[in-house]
């Protein structure tokens, strides 16, 4: 077993560092004060393949592995959270779905217009489906030669600068999980609007917003797989997804750690830097560990992912979980050890901690992914 990273990936990190550091960290609180990414900054990150990175060589993409794009994930998320998920969505959700359960066809009409510039979102969740994906009350009525779909999206990350959505919808509604199925739909198409961008908490400069599907006219061309697939595909989907929420989470962790030790080193009180203090290297060292422990875990998850196993639903889950509820207390000790300080919006600790807490509701709640992993533990 290797622990060394791979070249591609030690290679893109650098890659990632370069662009973060003059052009991200930079600017993340202007972006957090204002709720938005500058469309000059996604179309450099564009140029650098960012947004591409799971899309295959052969249609125009990076085609990196999951190793190598995590800890790019990790990289621009430690930059800012916000737009490491604009980047992570397009990515390891709607590329992703091409890539695993559509057909040749569809990819090709599709990932080359993502890899030159059009992006992606995943419409899964609904006002009364969130974890119970199965409630999904979204239609999708086979009209011989299109399918006809109705219905409201929630929460739809990239939704404002979206080209393409997923949209998962009931093809058959009285045959319940197999009864879903998944459509790409154009954001150009008759009868799909957008809601107001929300005002969030935290990754605020992410675009987030409801979708509303009325009598959109879909290609029967663009079902993503088979007609009662949507399920395999919605759960098949986040294992990739869940993979970038936790190297966001590491990224959210890595940057809250870094401030945690530069300022400990500075802030100066009872004559001596409070570095010197034994709370706050205790402080530090459980930081430190319990972010080492999630790196290996969404590294591990994702190499297990490169390898081609189809099966690591607990792997993915272990990941995200453990990832998402260290960023949140490793956010929340680095807010501590500034003490007034990291309260307020002049050190960056205080949007890592409003930043860390959606790891641990998007892509499943924590609670969500203790139900995966305690099924696949208890069953035969
Ligand atoms: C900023 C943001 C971006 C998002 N982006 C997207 C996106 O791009 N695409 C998309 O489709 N969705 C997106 N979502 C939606 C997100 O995935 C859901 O919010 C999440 O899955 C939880 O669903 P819910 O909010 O309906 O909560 P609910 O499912 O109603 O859960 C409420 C609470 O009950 C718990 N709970 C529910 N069921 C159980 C159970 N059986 N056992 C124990 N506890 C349970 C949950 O863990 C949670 O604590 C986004 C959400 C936000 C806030």
Same mark, same amino acid.
């Given at each position: 077993m290797s622990y060394q990273l791979t070249e591609e990936a030690v290679d893109m990190r650098e890659a990632a560092r370069e662009f973060t550091e003059k052009r991200v960290y930079p600017n993340a609180e202007e972006w957090d004060a204002k709720g938005e990414v500058p469309a000059e900054i996604i179309k450099e990150a564009q140029d650098l393949g960012f947004f591409g990175m799971l899309i295959p060589e052969k249609h125009?993409?990076?085609?990196?592995?999951m190793l190598a794009y995590s800890v790019v994930i990790e990289e621009l998320s430690a930059a800012s959270a916000g737009f490491g998920i604009t980047v992570s969505v397009n990515n390891s959700l709607f590329v992703q779905a091409l890539n695993e359960f559509a057909t040749e066809s569809l990819q090709a009409k599709y990932l080359p217009k993502v890899a030159e510039g059009w992006i992606g979102a995943y419409c899964l969740s609904e006002a009364g489906a969130g974890t119970d994906i199965?409630?999904?009350g979204c239609t999708a009525v086979d009209k011989g030669d299109h399918y006809l779909l109705n219905g409201n999206k929630l929460w739809v990350t990239n939704a404002g600068l979206a080209n393409l959505f997923i949209v998962f919808t009931k093809t058959d509604p009285a045959a319940g999980r197999k009864g879903i199925s998944a459509f790409v739909v154009e954001a150009e198409s008759e009868g799909l609007s957008l809601g107001k961008k929300e005002n969030k908490l935290g990754i605020r400069c992410s675009d987030t917003r409801e979708v509303i599907l009325v009598d959109v006219k879909v290609p029967k061309?663009?079902?993503? +797989?088979?007609? !009662?697939d949507g399920f395999k595909t919605a759960v098949g989907i986040l294992n990739g997804g869940r993979i970038g929420v936790g190297a966001q989470a590491v990224g959210i962790g890595m940057a809250a750690l870094n401030e945690a030790i530069k300022y400990s080193k500075e802030r100066v009180q009872f004559n001596q830097p409070?570095?010197?203090?034994q709370a706050i290297q205790f402080k530090i060292a459980d930081m430190a560990t319990r972010l080492e422990a999630s790196r290996l875990l969404v590294y591990r998850a994702a190499a297990l992912k490169d390898t081609g196993e189809k099966f690591i639903h607990r792997e993915a889950s272990m990941a995200k979980l453990f990832a998402s509820q260290s960023a949140n207390y490793i956010a929340d000790q680095a807010l501590q050890i500034h +003490?007034?300080? !990291?309260?307020?919006?002049?050190?960056p600790v205080e949007r890592y901690f409003r930043d860390a807490r959606i790891t641990e509701i998007y892509e499943g709640t924590t609670e969500a992914q203790l139900m995966v992993i305690s099924r696949d533990l208890l069953r035969d």
């Open positions: 125009g993409g990076l085609g990196l592995s199965v409630s999904i061309e663009n079902l993503i +797989g088979v007609e !009662g409070i570095a010197n203090f +003490g007034g300080y !990291g309260y307020i919006k002049e050190y």
